[in-house]
């Protein structure tokens, strides 16, 4: 099932063409997007995750966004979307063709992939991958767009694949020094002596609206939480390693690089319980 | 005036939306392209354009890509514009949307921009700015696709936009060491003593098509070629600095970082006319 709801209000076929081929957002990947989870007709973390697409619009010089018809937008399709069906909403901004083409923005609601269903239960075998850059270039480089989530993400995508190709899951990015930064599609939370570790934005990754509302819900529930550098072997000898989107939600690792991890399954489902009481209705 | 074929030989009109809002080309910009020009209706470069979309699409996991249809499909766009109007002739390749979506490919001929035209003539200001990766980083990490020509492209727009900020036309690429990598759309190319330099490949850059067949021409012409690490002083320092690109084709950079280079004005037109006899009917 998908809805697709421009943010003029339109609504549309998803199963029928609606972009032009010279886009800029499809020939250059230039555009910015968020990925926010919907359940029981909630858009979880919807605030921050417009927020984001605010900053990452200001990184990439788009317009500034009208969080407001946004809103709408997303109301739109939560309007025609059963309540009790779990959705991926998907919320796009492209340039707009070159001179006079209109800027392309909508938000597609589809329907939550059974395998990331299944990782959320099972945990994830994931590999360690350089990302190539080091410390001070996200500040020093603003041009390379570190912590903007925009439509370029072919790299993160080959990434997975050659996680798969190694038998894993996933992904997880290290610098050029070693440090731990995130994720392709999601960010790294370690766990040690009732202690939520995560890296920060600082470095040059995403800030994640997931780690960031598990963070809330874990301190509410007496935990500490810490954002600060990790080394890989904070990723090893850790007493729980997760990876937290907004889709796949928390998510074990319980294999990195081919070793098998200690068994975090309690853990997990106490950090899990502290989460969800975040959307209790 | 623009004209679009289709990889299966549709015919289209690329004024009305032909793309659907899931397209991994769009979603993620995974996908590869080409920038062909078309001269006097001949498409320059086009088996080397073709050998690296195959390259790319290789890179990316896509499926191998069918030269000869890419071929016939630039054939039918030809026949459709006049021989007398320059062309910018776009060759785009998507994944297709999973898992039962048509991978989206096409040929997409365009008028090319005038302010490129005029650029050819009157040279441009270009900018150094820090890429981010080291030296061996492309070998050592094929997953972040340095070197693919990918629908990814939001970075090298960001960087052009940063040259403008700072008053200049482009920019050009440097490594964590200062080494010279590329424009965000071109390659760098580098005049001393009659002798042509470029870096190589190996380092994470695009293999230029234009600068490979200036390189050729250069030769026949009497010049030396060498393909060797060029460091940012050797750009300030040049007999002549220029950007190679297909549209562009050999673009003089008379102004980086804001410092005039020596007048290379004569060096220019002297390599212009020995490229032209590539194409000479």
Redesign the interface.
Known sequence: M?V?VFLDGAVAD??????????????????V?ETVLVRDGLPRELGPHLDRLRRSAA???LPEQDVERWRRTVDEVLARWPDDREMVL?L?R?RGSEPDGEPLA?A?G?DVDDKIKQARVTGIAAVT??????DG?AE??????LG?K??????????I??ANRRGADD?IFLA?DGAVLEGPTSTVVVVRDRTLYTPPPTIGILPGTSQAALFRAAQRAGWHTKVEPLRVDDLRTADALLLTSSIREITRVHTLDGERLSDARELHAELVAAYETEYRV
Chains 1, 2 share one sequence.
């Not at 199963?15 to 555009?31: E, S, T």
């Not at 991958?129 to 080091?134: A, E, I, V, Y």
């Not at 020093?140 to 767009?145: E, H, K, S």
């Open positions: 998908r697709l998803p199963d029928i063409p609606q972009v032009r081929v010279d886009d800029p957002g499809l020939m250059r990947g230039d555009g997007f990184m990439l010089d998907k796009v492209t909508f597609l589809m991958l350089d990302r190539g850059f080091d270039l020093r480089a603003p041009w390379l767009l903007a925009s439509l370029s993400y072919a790299v993160n995508m080959a990434a694949r050659e992904a050029a």
